[in-house]
């Protein structure tokens, strides 16, 4: 057995042992979001970690709505989250449930519990009871109300569920141990009373189940076997386990649900906080949760990144129970590894300036066959128009170079990607200073392809005809937050990089982009990963988001 779990990490060993004992006839895992607000990378982890495990050993996986709490959720959110997991590639068929259905059997459990001397009505206030709770070095004492009888205890209950007391007067707590080590295990709270609309369940319900309490149940009802979790939920496994075993889900036939935590994922200079997204929303620095300098789902899918490049991020990453945070760039290089060659490689001008050839003829239109991707012949070819007038990046052309600058200067010669040497012999500036216009001659024995061996050339620079070039809408962005001063000012706010979102207007890209669909993504030649804005973009104002640079600064094995 050792042999065999030698790369396994810490889960699957788990699992691979409670199969070969016998304990689970069915492996199921479930994802269980709450619906207060979008999914970020961190969930990511959670989702595909479940997901995988599920197919891993055959089994299920569910997606859970953990709804206890109507507070903040919203149906927008719960459409939000099936949207996500769906383009995460993870597969959860018609299991979709919501612990909002299960809040019957809930109550009915907390019935069993009074009934067994194991629960109890507290008439203590919130401060009260935390007043009473002890500290990590003092035990707690027990609340004047929890020797009630079984029968006061269950006319209270029913009582609180029709809506008798006011909000906040009464909570439902386990009776447990006050003097227990683990806080968790002082006669927690498992109902509380709280009139609010819930998005499934409307107004029937005016009590509402903790978390702690309802998420065992909802396991248990679902025959969920390792329910998987992040490590702040440790502390809580006892609880999870009493009531698991108070309920008598212990014997059940699919097996008793074990909880197993791992470390959660932190991300170097992100912001995941909800509080902290949401003042970025209302005050308009971000246009909305899936702005692309966000790393909510929705943000990086818009953004441009790949399910894959994001499952293979996570593979890196790993499972593990020590909390570490991991640099962005890793991230950045499992989509920009990706999109390598699944892109198509197109030329687009960012910044343009114009080029003319003197000497081509005046009316003529040579169409290249140039390969969509050289390391992937399956993207196949097209044909790529070239003429007298063209369009290079302005940074393509200096007047004074320095050394080793080896593209445009007067007099240097350059080859224009997959057409034609051309040298520099004039440019013209407006009346600010800046270059308009720059003058080029072609030999037209140097077209690619020809097999010229002639002279070489240092260079070679992209470009878009300018007879059928395509305007568009560039944005170019970086790290919401200003990397070298980290993320917060001494006062709590956010350090927020002010070059995070550079709109470049007028960028030229040549004909093929007319086909794009939203959300495709493409190498810019020279220029990084860039798609199709989902959201903005039209036919008549086609919007490209970059995903991501060229360069790298993570190297993997580093």
Same mark, same amino acid.
Not at 76 to 82: K, W
Not at 107 to 118: D, P, Q, S
Not at 176 to 184: G, H, Q, T, V
Not at 195 to 202: A, D, F, I, L, P
């Given at each position: ?265 932190? #991300?170097? +200079?992100?912001?995941?906080? !909800? ?6 929303? %209302? $005050? =308009?620095? &971000? ?128 080859? #224009?990607? +997959?057409?034609?040497?051309? !040298? ?6 407006? %009346? $600010? =200073?800046? &270059? ?123």
């Amino acid at each position: 057995m050792a042999e065999e779990m030698t790369g396994k990490n810490f889960i699957e060993q788990i699992i691979e042992k409670d199969i070969a004992e016998g304990k689970v006839p069915k492996i199921v895992t479930r994802f269980p979001p709450e619906p207060n607000g979008y999914l970020h990378i961190g969930h990511a982890k959670s989702i595909l970690l479940n997901y995988g495990l599920a197919q891993q050993y055959g089994g299920q996986f569910n997606l859970r709505f953990d709804d206890t709490n109507p507070t903040k959720e919203k149906t927008e959110f719960v459409e939000s989250i099936l949207a996500d997991v769906k383009w995460l590639g993870a597969d959860f068929g018609d299991r979709v449930f919501f612990a909002s259905n299960y809040f019957d059997q809930m109550y009915e459990a907390a019935i069993k519990l009074i009934k067994k001397g194991k629960a109890y009505v507290c008439d203590l206030t919130a401060d009260e009871i935390r007043e009473y709770r002890g500290t990590l070095t003092e035990p707690g004492k027990n609340s004047p109300y929890r020797d009630r009888s079984i029968e006061e205890n269950l006319d209270l209950f029913e009582r609180m569920k029709n809506g008798e007391f006011p909000d906040g007067s009464k909570v439902l707590r386990a009776k447990i141990d006050m003097a227990s080590p683990n806080i968790n295990m002082r006669d927690p709270i498992i109902y509380r009373i709280a009139r609010m609309n819930h998005h499934n369940t409307g107004d029937k319900w005016c009590i509402y189940p903790m978390y702690d309490f309802a998420h065992p149940i909802e396991d248990a009802i679902e025959g969920v076997t390792h329910s998987i979790c992040t490590l702040e939920f440790e502390d809580h496994r006892p609880l999870y386990d009493w009531v698991v075993m108070e309920l008598g889900y212990k014997d059940s036939p699919e097996g008793t649900p074990k909880q197993i935590e791992f470390a959660k994922l932190y #991300l170097t +200079n992100v912001i995941t906080g !909800k509080r902290y997204i949401k003042k970025l929303v %209302e $005050d =308009g620095i &971000v246009d909305g949760w899936d702005d692309p300098r966000l790393v909510s789902i929705a943000a990086l899918r818009r953004r441009g990144f790949t399910p894959s490049a994001i499952k293979k991020f996570m593979e890196l990453v790993g499972i593990s129970k020590s909390q570490s945070s991991v640099d962005y760039a890793m991230l950045e290089y499992c989509v920009r590894d990706d999109l390598k060659l699944t892109a198509k490689r197109y030329m687009a001008v960012v910044d343009p300036v114009k080029l003319v050839i003197d000497n081509y003829p005046e009316d003529q239109v040579e169409y290249l066959d140039v390969e969509n991707n050289q390391e992937n012949e399956e993207l196949g070819s097209r044909k790529v128009a070239f003429s007298k007038y063209l369009y290079i990046e302005r940074e393509d052309f200096m007047e004074e170079p320095p050394k080793k600058y080896f593209r445009l200067f007067p007099g240097n010669e350059v080859r #224009l990607k +997959n057409a034609y040497f051309v !040298k520099c012999v004039g440019f013209e500036k407006d %009346e $600010d =200073g800046n &270059v308009t216009t720059v003058h080029c001659t072609y030999d037209p024995e140097t077209r690619s392809g020809s097999g010229f061996e002639g002279r070489k050339v240092k260079g070679t620079i992209h470009w878009v005809s300018a007879e059928s070039a395509i305007d568009a809408e560039v944005r170019l962005y970086e790290n919401i937050i200003d990397e070298e001063k980290g993320k917060l000012n001494d006062d709590g706010t956010l350090n927020l990089n002010p070059n995070s979102l550079v709109i470049k207007q007028g960028c030229k890209l040549e004909k093929a982009f007319e086909e794009a669909q939203p959300g495709e993504a493409f190498q810019f030649l020279r220029n990084g990963f860039f798609c199709v804005d989902s959201k903005d973009s039209t036919a008549e104002h086609p919007v490209y988001n970059r995903i991501v640079s060229l360069k790298s600064s993570y190297k993997p094995g580093k």
